[in-house]
Nanobody, 113 residues
Framework: QEQVVESGGGLVQPGGSLRLSCAAS????????MSWYRQAPGLERDLVAG???IFLDSVKGRFFAYRDDAKNTVYLQMNGLKPEDTARYYC???????????WGQGTLVTVSS
């Protein structure tokens, strides 16, 4: 079964750091591109990052994304967290060959003092 599972979320104080992981299984990892999204309550889901590129302007310079093919995992390193970064963070796998997208259930990040 194709799936991606996010982990690493939690409660962190402003200025803190978290590293999110997204582990893929059930499909050929190298045939998919991976991306990170986030969705805060009442808001739309936003694209945060690709495998290495950060797309969301508000997190550039603080968030970094990278991929480890040996572990079938992508990571989102989040530094200098702010309360406005509070959201559920999702991982998405997109097939290079037209297969259906695979979304995870998300991991909740709460930034609060």
């Amino acid at each position: 079964q194709e799936q991606v599972v996010e982990s690493g979320g939690g409660l962190v104080q402003p200025g803190g750091s978290l590293r999110l992981s997204c582990a893929a299984s059930g499909f050929p990892f190298r045939s998919y591109t991976m991306s990170w999204y986030r969705q805060a309550p009442g808001l739309e889901r936003d694209l945060v990052a690709g495998e290495t590129m950060i797309f969301l302007d508000s997190v550039k310079g603080r968030f970094f994304a990278y991929r480890d093919d040996a572990k079938n995992t992508v990571y989102l390193q989040m530094n200098g967290l702010k309360p406005e970064d509070t959201a559920r963070y999702y991982c998405k796998a997109t097939s290079l060959y037209g297969r259906p997208e695979v979304w995870g259930q998300g991991t909740l990040v709460t930034v609060s003092s």
